[in-house]
């Protein structure tokens, strides 16, 4: 059964840091590109980073410059390194492997919550 745990989410105030992580199953992490997904508030889910197994990475407009995503092989493991946060970064964040088209392969996790205090 595939698993993918976030964790690392807090509440923080504007300007701060946080790093998320993901732990997933050895299987999908190998063969998989792997990305970070918030979700606020009577809004959708939306793509904010992607981690190709090229090792090449792609950003939400709204979070380039400002938020890292990387992994860990040995651990199974996908971060995301979130700095200068803002208010609207506020969200429930999930981690999921993704096929080409940025879709998401498994079954979502519990996800970890994010708040950005101004």
């Known amino acids: 059964q595939v698993q993918l745990v976030e964790s690392g989410g807090g509440l923080v105030q504007a300007g701060g840091s946080l790093r998320l992580s993901c732990a997933a199953s050895?299987?999908?992490?190998?063969?998989?590109?792997m990305a970070w997904y918030r979700q606020a508030p009577g809004k959708q889910r939306e793509l904010v980073a992607r981690?190709?197994?090229?090792?090449?990475?792609n950003y939400a407009d709204s979070v380039k410059g400002r938020f890292t995503i990387s992994r860990d092989n040995a651990k199974n493991t996908v971060y995301l390194q979130m700095n200068s946060l803002k208010p609207e970064d506020t969200a429930v964040y999930y981690c999921?492997?993704?096929?080409?088209?940025?879709?998401?392969?498994?079954?979502w996790g519990q996800g970890t919550q994010v708040t950005v205090s101004s």
């Open positions: 999921n492997a993704v096929d080409p088209f940025g879709r998401a392969l498994y079954s």
């Open positions: 050895g299987t999908i992490f190998r063969t998989n590109a």
């Open positions: 981690l190709n197994s090229s090792g090449s990475t």
